[in-house]
């Protein structure tokens, strides 16, 4: 198992851009998808990317498609969520999340992640 911290979070403005990063600590990380999520109080958790464990970036939800980019480092345990132009609408926690997909369709389901990290506050401002 990988144990996983977020991190970058803040309060930003419309318009501005912030770089997220998913810190895993575990021998076994570069094995893992690992997806970004996000939840606002009173929704269902919402699937943004996910990114297999040989760095393949899966479809990105349309809310943030040309906005945010996901990349990983496994030599640095680390995933991160670059956003650009961010929206009011982007206000949530952010998660990061690690589990075997084996397939695509089952990339945006938050039931085939094993692992998750705690969260982190991005609020933007208008």
């Known amino acids: 198992q990988v144990q996983l911290v977020e991190s970058g979070g803040g309060l930003v403005r419309t318009g501005d851009s912030l770089r997220l990063s998913c810190a895993a600590s575990g021998r076994t990380f570069g094995i893992y998808d690992v997806a970004w999520f996000r939840q606002t109080p009173g929704k269902e958790r919402e699937f943004i990317v996910a990114i297999s464990a040989t760095s393949q970036p899966y479809p990105y939800a349309d809310s943030v498609k040309g906005r945010f980019t996901i990349t990983r480092d496994n030599a640095k345990d680390t995933v991160y969520l670059q956003m650009f132009s961010l929206e009011p609408e982007d206000t949530a926690v952010y998660y990061c999340?690690?589990?075997?997909?084996?397939?695509?369709?089952?990339?945006?389901?938050?039931?085939?992640?094993?692992?998750w990290g705690q969260g982190t506050q991005v609020t933007v401002s208008s």
């Open positions: 999340a690690a589990g075997f997909l084996n397939s695509e369709t089952r990339a945006t389901s938050a039931r085939y992640y094993s692992q």
